[in-house]
């Protein structure tokens, strides 16, 4: 547990770093090309356009960075005093501060938003402006000042410690050893606390002085998944096999690398494949000379060729590199794949894949089962999530609707993935837990979502249904009736279980708050709290829409005692997996007497205007009162 707590920290810090760097990679880019064009030895030497390189390295990338880093901690408050804290380390030095403005970009945004929290309700009104302009400009100039005389020369140091142990590894030929750790860091999303915290920083610096740097090459070189993937297509198995294909060239040309790892999952050993293809590309980048003179991002042979210094020598270099890569890794994944026995599941792997991330895969899609066409004469659409009472029931809500609106004679319910029934003809489910209810029932009609709330495969299917539905007029009334026959119970979302202007420093928190409030109402049991837990780890109970429903799993439907609900309102937000919370609805259901009212949650959270208006309520009757006019 610990160590699995260590490596989800790490994952933070790491995606932290990147969420900095990334939004900014087209600066980056632009910088690189100024540069291989007009410096001395570019393409068409300039010494007029040349003038750029410089300021656009050492001022305009690092501020960029510091005020992404305090936007991202306290918004465009945090973003201003993050980029006025960053000026004092680029002032203070004479090397690029990309490591400096990842310190004081942040720290400005976090000291903006602690005295924001300390003053709120405090400013007299008429004196908000001036305020916060001052504030913002006091604190601001005192972290610049602190940042000059202090952060600046400790980030001195510690960069060049760092670049006098890069060069000395280079000239004892030890560098290619760092393909040991980096390849198994990115399958384990842990490159990017490597690659954006200390490989990228020392590269930009490597490239102002010496024109390139190897340093830029070894997380971003694509020939050993390359090498994987190519493995897999002459002597893979099934899906693996025929997938494999694709997903190269997703890879190498798209320079998405995520999309190999499953593939690794699927066949732990080749994980030596790849570290010996890193070591063996790292090691003839070295040998010929190879680098880059900016930042590839993403991975891709296009994106590494760009980057290439514009001279034969080099892209001889920073080519052979790749390919020395991807012959290796093939050779070494042949020889794992063709010796062992393949016992391959592509879409477990991916499903471990998304685990291990901690957050949702853009390419986890690619790895599900292909469907075929929308079945004739539906009858029967199933919502299904984990324990079926709380995502699913409001997924089921919102599609019964535009069903009726439509006027279709189709019949929409939720439940549990392990009681999907064995006639289900869609199934609909959050994107992870395709996978599981593909293999309840095979034969049905598979649809994946990641937003209950507003996701467009709602109308997509409704506009598919309409072209081969016809209405009985009795069925209907059947349909109708059913559907209506639920227990009312107005009472389950009471006046004490609202709470508003809350502030969480986690999801957990968050949870186990909603959980405490319904084993104080006599609602749930105290397990049913690390049920909400679990349930939430399992899948992400974020519903889209700023709303999240976290809820026990199946299992725990046992420790429920009666419905109940809780409403909390999170005006800053809380993070959901990558995804920002501020509004929660804790629940606890027992025999359907809840679905009346999520069904109303549903609707009303299905408008934006209505998110809205929740979350800057005052008090708890005219948030209860939103609820109840929808």
Known sequence: MAQSNIKVAVQKFGNFLSSMVMPNIGAFIAWGLITALFIPTGFFPNESLAKLVDPMVKYLLPLLIGYTGGKLVHDQRGGVVGAIATMGVIVGSDIPMFLGAMIMGPLGGYIIKKFDQFIEGKVKTGFEMLINNFSAGILGGILAILAFLGVSPAVDGFTGALVLGVDWMVAHGLLPLTSILIEPAKILFLNNAINHGILSPIGAEQIRTNGQSILLLLETNPGPGLGILLAYCFFGKGTAKQS?????????????????????LMRPLLIIAAILGGMSGVFTFVLLG???????????????????????????????????????????????????????DLDEAARKMQEMKGKKSSVAGSFTKQQ?????????????????????????SLLRKKVKQADLNISVTNTAISNIPSDAQIVITQEELTPRAQNKVPDAYHISVDNFLSSPEYDKLIDQLKNDHTTSKAEKEKRVSAENNTDSNDGLLKEENVFLDQHFSSKEEAIRFAGSVLVKGGYVEENYVEAMIERDNMTSTYMGNDVAIPH???????????????????????????????????????????????????????????????????????????????
């Open 244 to 264: 494999a294909p694709g997903a190269a060239i997703i890879h190498f040309i798209g320079g998405i690398h995520e999309i190999y790892f499953p593939y690794v």
């Open 290 to 344: 190879g680098g880059l003179q900016a930042v590839a991002s993403p991975g891709s042979i296009l994106a590494i060729l760009a980057a290439t210094p514009g001279n034969a020598g080099s892209y001889v270099a920073n080519i052979s590199g790749v390919l020395v890569a991807a012959v290796v890794s093939f050779i070494v994944g042949s020889l794992i794949l063709k010796t062992g026995k393949q016992t391959e």
């Open 372 to 396: 075929g066409e929308v079945p004739a004469s539906v009858q029967k659409i199933v919502f299904a999530c984990d324990a079926g009472m709380g995502s699913s029931a409001m997924g089921a």
């Open 552 to 630: 026990g799993t199946e299992e725990a439907k046992k420790n429920v005692l009666r419905s109940g609900f809780t409403v909390i309102q999170v005006p800053e937000g809380v993070d959901f997996d990558g995804e920002k919370v501020r509004l929660i609805f804790g629940i606890a259901g027992k025999d359907g007497t809840h679905l009346e009212i999520l069904s109303g949650i549903a609707i009303t959270c299905s408008d934006m205007d209505n998110i809205e208006k929740m979350v800057h309520a005052k008090s708890a009757k005219e948030l209860m009162a939103i609820i109840q006019s929808n």
